[in-house]
Nanobody, 117 residues
Framework: QVDLVESGGGLVQPGGSLTISCTCS????????MAWHRQAPGKERELVAS??????????TYSDSVKGRFTISRDNTRNILYLQMDSLKPEDTAVYYC????????WGNGTQVTVSS
């Protein structure tokens, strides 16, 4: 069974930093395009950042709301996806989900990030 397990969420003050991770098992990680999505209470899930597989150039994309503050990266030797989040704002508060896309789509169960003083 494919497993995408997010970790590293928590409570952080505005202006702070946090790195969340997604450890993937039972998929050939390097063949997948990966992304982070988030869903805040009462809002739809939105794409935050994506990084394509190496054979497609490892291109990254970011939503306008996080561009310049968040950095997505991947470690194909350890099958881990990362999201480095800097200059966090209260509006970044959400459950963050890991997403793997190839011929099939897989999702993690999410990790809560709360930005509050």
């Amino acid at each position: 069974q494919v497993d995408l397990v997010e970790s590293g969420g928590g409570l952080v003050q505005p202006g702070g930093s946090l790195t969340i991770s997604c450890t993937c098992s039972k998929i050939i990680f390097r063949y997948f395009d990966m992304a982070w999505h988030r869903q805040a209470p009462g809002k739809e899930r939105e794409l935050v950042a994506s990084i394509v597989r190496a054979t497609a150039g490892r291109r990254t994309t970011y939503s306008d709301s996080v561009k310049g503050r968040f950095t997505i990266s991947r470690d194909n030797t350890r099958n881990i996806l990362y999201l480095q989040m800097d200059s966090l704002k209260p509006e970044d508060t959400a459950v963050y989900y890991c997403h793997a896309h190839a011929s099939q789509d897989y999702w993690g169960n999410g990790t809560q990030v709360t930005v509050s003083s």
